[in-house]
């Protein structure tokens, strides 16, 4: 016959078991929460990723005539520079020598700068 004390005894086992279990289950139910909210960020994540990315690659499609239009652009400045059209290496055939300027006291400016003072 089972003595009250094995009775009580069995009985807090139960009580600390459920206790147990209870706690367990918890613990499940927030790791699931947990996983659940995971889940989301990691497809919220993956469609920034996306969205950036197509932004990006089209951002720089954009730009490839732009960078292309200087690239030329500065392809014929150099050559420009390079080689100047024949007309404008042709000098004049009477060139003037500069007449010097004289100031109000009949002086030529930018001959020699007196520095005496």
């Known amino acids: 016959m089972a003595t009250v004390t094995s009775v009580n005894a069995l009985q807090a086992s139960v009580a600390q078991a459920e206790r147990q279990v209870q706690q367990g289950q918890s613990r ?3 790791d699931a929460s947990r996983l659940e909210q995971s889940r989301s960020q990691l497809t919220k ?3 920034t990723l996306a969205d950036t990315q197509r932004q990006s690659t089209q951002a720089q499609q954009q730009q490839a005539p732009a960078r292309s239009s200087a ?14 059209n024949r007309a404008e290496q042709i000098l004049a055939a009477n060139p003037t020598a500069a007449r010097p300027q004289l100031n109000a006291q009949g002086q030529t400016i930018g001959k020699l700068i007196n520095i005496t003072a």
């Open 45 to 47: 994540d993956r469609q």
């Open 71 to 84: 690239i030329q652009l500065g392809a014929a400045l150099s050559g420009a520079i390079e080689r100047p």
């Open 28 to 30: 499940v139910d927030q």
